[in-house]
């Protein structure tokens, strides 16, 4: 097979991963896992013997020993506090290197099952589209620690634009709505004829189908309760928790295809049966579907304000989206009919659409400039007869500033220079320029932030307290390559590349330098090099 489609996409999903191709038929199709399933379920096991289980195995030994399991740990890659070891994760891991892990798993079973003519190595994979710099940068090093060279981490709102945008030909304004396993984005984006355009982005990195089973494990909590007079917490007992929980997310399932369900729950010796109506369920969880509703309409007047007041078409993504009331509310708040597309599958499916595009420009790329005797095989068919047609132009989720004082009232605050929703187009820069505040200075240090604002007419200055700091503690010192007097301007320049991550450099005089921030759970490059050695020596199941 020509090298230019050795190309994989990657879903690496809160509660489900999956792995795709475009095949030689031009087809994007999912490589299934050891048991033939398509998706994994993105839970690990630690077993007492050193064994690390991921995937179905692992989900079942979650029941019973939940404090050797790990789920959700999508959501820990945005939070800085699950960074700080030794952590809540077994082998004192961080969340990264247990991403890896499901990462490993997912790539051996598709390799050894063959199905594709060779290894997954070269791979895109897919990141809520509000995940800011570091949690991307952290997604990239799972992908790294993998063993995998990471092409590019694609936002999955706008993965699933792909396979729509592939189908029309005039220009469309869409909104993807995409409630997963644990996340919640939405975002609008122009189609046109193969180029899809982000236009604007918003989410919520706590919400998601697991906050819908919380809901129903506490009702059917309550209902054993009141029936043998007990007053159990969902959060009391671990074990009883995992169970809850696994039986919810069951029984939430069923919901989407059936009016009413029957359910027990079993705990030290007493048991409950109980039936559960769709509308009950739909009542306990109404406030988290008011929740994305709101993000919606934020995110419709952000584009709005942007020049995008028409929507053509709502997409509904991520499993979540299957529970009718989503598709019934969308409707009826959007005044729409909301298509739902394949939302197992289609994230890590146009992320293959998506990379081997990708290959292919650059193999173009490699051939007009003499580096390749032959071009890349030309495709023509299916969902690949898109190929080196799709230019995807993505936004940034968050703003970023520099921390600074204020010159008129001396108050801490932050310069904001790129702001959220800025165009990812390869020239998302912008610079400020600072001084010296004595003679013969060698350092300076730089405190970027990270914030969710959006009025770039108001919010240029925000207190820092409005704001995240990047890194934690003291801000990293620019080392300046020698010592300047006094009042010497700096020019800090921020670049988003197009993969969302930010690098900041500075220029002193003819001097340029790359600046480079300790940020949490990014690890250095010697850190890099020894954590995927040691997951390579890892044996998983
Ligand atoms: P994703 O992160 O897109 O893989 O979505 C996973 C989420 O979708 C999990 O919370 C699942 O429980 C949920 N999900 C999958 N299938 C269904 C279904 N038929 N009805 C309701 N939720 C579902």
């Known amino acids: 097979m020509d090298d230019t489609r050795l190309v994989f996409g990657i879903d690496l999903g809160t509660t489900y991963s999956c792995v795709a191709q475009v095949d030689q038929f031009d087809q994007a199709v999912v490589l299934r896992n050891f048991e033939g399933k398509s998706t994994t379920p993105s839970v690990v096991y630690f077993g007492e013997d050193g064994t690390i289980t991921v995937g ?3 989900k079942d030994a979650s ?27 077994p ?7 247990i991403s890896s892990y499901i990462l490993k798993k997912i790539v051996k079973d598709a390799n050894d099952a063959g199905q594709s003519d060779n290894e997954v190595k070269k791979v895109v994979i897919t990141c809520p589209a509000y995940f800011g710099s570091k949690e991307r940068e952290r997604t990239k090093q799972a992908g790294i620690m993998a063993g995998l060279e990471v092409l590019a981490v694609l936002n999955e709102p706008t993965a699933a634009a792909i396979a729509y945008g592939m189908k029309v030909s005039d220009k469309k304004n869409i909104i993807v709505y995409d409630l997963g396993g644990g996340t919640f984005d939405v975002t609008i984006i122009r189609v ?15 919400l998601g189908g697991v906050d819908w089973d919380t809901e129903l494990a506490k009702y059917m909590l309550n209902q054993f309760n009141k029936e043998h007079g007990k007053s159990y917490g969902l ?20 919901l989407s295809a059936r009016d009413t369900v029957k359910a027990t729950v079993t705990y030290e010796g007493d048991s409950t049966k109980m039936e559960i109506t769709r509308d009950i369920f739909d009542q306990l969880t109404e406030f988290h579907l008011d929740e994305t509703i709101e993000k919606t309409k934020e995110v419709i007047e952000i584009a709005k304000n942007k020049g995008t007041a028409t929507i053509d078409e709502v997409l509904l993504v991520g499993g979540s989206s299957r529970m009718p009331q989503i598709k019934q509310r969308v409707d009826a708040e959007l005044h729409c009919d909301a298509k739902l597309t394949d939302p197992d599958e289609c994230v890590a499916k146009c992320a293959a659409i998506f990379a081997l595009n990708e290959s292919y420009n650059k193999a173009m790329e490699e051939y007009s400039e ?9 495709m023509i068919r299916g969902t690949g007869g898109a190929t080196g047609r799709i230019n995807v132009i993505n936004v940034t989720s968050k703003t970023y500033g520099m921390g600074c004082l204020d ?6 605050v932050v310069e904001n220079l790129i702001f959220a929703n800025s165009p990812l187009n390869g020239n998302c820069k912008a610079s400020s320029t600072f001084y010296t505040v004595q003679d013969n200075q060698s350092g300076v240090s730089l405190p970027v932030f990270e914030s969710d604002v959006t009025d770039e007419v108001n919010e240029r200055t925000i207190p820092q307290n409005a704001a995240i700091p990047m890194e934690e503690g003291e801000p990293s010192v620019l080392k300046l390559t020698k010592k300047w007097p006094k009042e010497t301007p700096i020019k800090v320049i921020f670049d988003i590349d197009t993969d969302g991550i930010l690098h900041v450099h500075a220029e002193v005089e003819q001097d340029s330098i790359d600046f480079e921030m300790r940020i949490k759970g990014v690890k250095g490059q010697e850190e890099l090099e020894a954590a995927t050695a040691k997951i390579a020596r890892a044996k998983i199941q």
């Open 407 to 412: 010159s008129e009232t001396g108050a801490d």
């Open 56 to 58: 179905e195995d692992a």
């Open 370 to 378: 003499g580096m390749r005797d032959e071009p890349p095989a030309k």
């Open 63 to 89: 029941k019973t020993e939940p404090e050797r399991t790990v789920s959700f740990i999508k959501r820990s890659i945005s939070t800085d506090d699950a960074y700080n070891k030794p952590t809540k994760f």
């Open 91 to 97: 082998m004192g891991l961080d969340p990264t290197e």
């Open 192 to 206: 046109n004829n193969g180029a899809i355009t982000v236009i604007a982005t918003g989410g919520d990195h706590h």
């Open 235 to 254: 959060d009391d007992d671990p074990v009883l928790r995992n169970q809850l929980m696994i039986l919810a997310e069951e029984k939430k399932k069923s």
